[in-house]
């Protein structure tokens, strides 16, 4: 059942759209949700014209844009795959920049400063030898890579919908285990765009292949294939390679194996990292799920741990991202 509130956290919003939450006013709002949808879609549609036909202008960088982008809102493995495409062209002796917008990030100055949450951090820390420009304007984001910084190749995330900057490849990750957000335009599924804009694509990347079965996997590969038959596809999984402790030691993962795990998260996909805990042989004895992005407090914290320490968990697991986030939080309760 939905919440008397009006507003939804995200647990609720993806159980209402997902048809999992019944009755009266959960039909109500599925209305009013594709209503809404219905709009949206005209004006996504709208914008994309415009700039198919070029009455909307794109800008070419100086040298080779690779977009890293998705079709549906949510986590569905970008921020690793931007992380995999830097370290391959910095193996080749290639400088290259990172360009994102740095959702709900604090400070607009250098990188790699206590300032900056989640995502950032993550391509700032997994490539300290490339440049991570955090702007929500792409363009004037790849001048300043190029001219200040010297890249030979632009990694545009998330940005398959800014079209304003052109890119040289485009690369779509497609989440197995919800591919197509539910079937539907936002805000009544996930879906950013029609699925005909997969025809913009060079290139998917299924990831958590892992978490559903081959005939699904098949299923999903023929749908992609009918939007667009030229386009590569390729498959990954999402395999945690180990576990840190607060002060930075490392576990293996075989050392999670039959522990009392409590986890929690703030992220676009939470099901897929319950999943991959319980695929390690974890028991998962507990999980406190929040919304994407989410500023932990140490009020928050301190929750997590009481619920934890109640369930008598072995180990509290979160992700690398949320890491950061509660870093951020301690240090600013300091």
């Known amino acids: 059942m ?24 959960a039909a109500v709002l599925r209305l009013f949700l594709g209503a809404a949808a219905a709009g949206y879609s005209i004006i996504i549609r709208l914008r ?14 100086n040298v ?38 740095g959702y709900k990030t604090t400070k607009n100055s250098k990188l790699k400063t206590q300032n900056y949450l989640d995502e950032p951090t993550i391509l700032a820390e997994s490539c300290p030898d490339a440049k991570v420009i955090i702007n929500p304007d792409r363009v004037a984001a790849a001048v300043e890579a190029v001219d200040r910084f010297g890249a030979e190749v632009l990694i545009m995330d998330d940005g398959f919908q800014h079209r304003r900057l052109a890119r040289d490849l485009d690369i779509v990750t497609i989440d197995a285990t919800c591919p197509f957000g539910y079937n539907k335009i936002l805000p ?39 939007v667009n038959p030229g386009m590569i596809i390729a ?37 897929a990292f319950l999943e991959t805990i319980k695929g390690l042989g974890a028991r998962l ?26 369930l008598e968990a072995d180990l509290i697991l979160t992700t690398q991202k949320d890491w950061y986030s509660t870093q951020y939080a301690v240090r600013s309760t300091q």
């Open 235 to 271: 498959k990954s999984i999402h395999k945690p390679i180990c576990a840190k402790s607060p002060d930075g030691k490392e576990a293996g993962i075989e050392q999670l194996r039959d522990k009392r795990i409590f986890a929690f998260c703030g992220i676009g996909n939470p099901g």
């Open 64 to 101: 080779p844009v690779i977009s890293v982008g998705n079709i549906t809102a949510g986590g569905t493995g970008k921020t690793p795959l931007v992380v995999w495409l830097c370290k391959l062209l910095q193996q080749k002796q290639i400088r290259c920049a990172i360009l994102t917008r």
């Open 2 to 25: 939905l919440k008397r509130s009006l507003t939804l956290n995200q647990e609720d919003y993806r159980n209402l759209i997902s048809g999992e939450s019944c009755g009266m006013c």
């Open 188 to 226: 009544a599924g996930l879906l950013r765009e029609p699925l005909s804009a997969l025809t913009r694509a060079d290139a998917v990347v299924i990831t958590r292949s892992d978490q559903t079965n081959e005939a699904e996997l098949a299923r999903l590969e023929e749908k992609l294939r009918e």
């Open 48 to 61: 994309n014209f415009l700039y198919s036909s070029g009455l909307l202008k794109t800008h070419r960088a």
């Open 285 to 310: 004895v507990g999980s406190k799920i929040y919304d994407d992005h989410y500023r932990y407090t140490d009020s928050a914290i301190a929750d997590i741990y009481k619920q934890a320490k109640s």
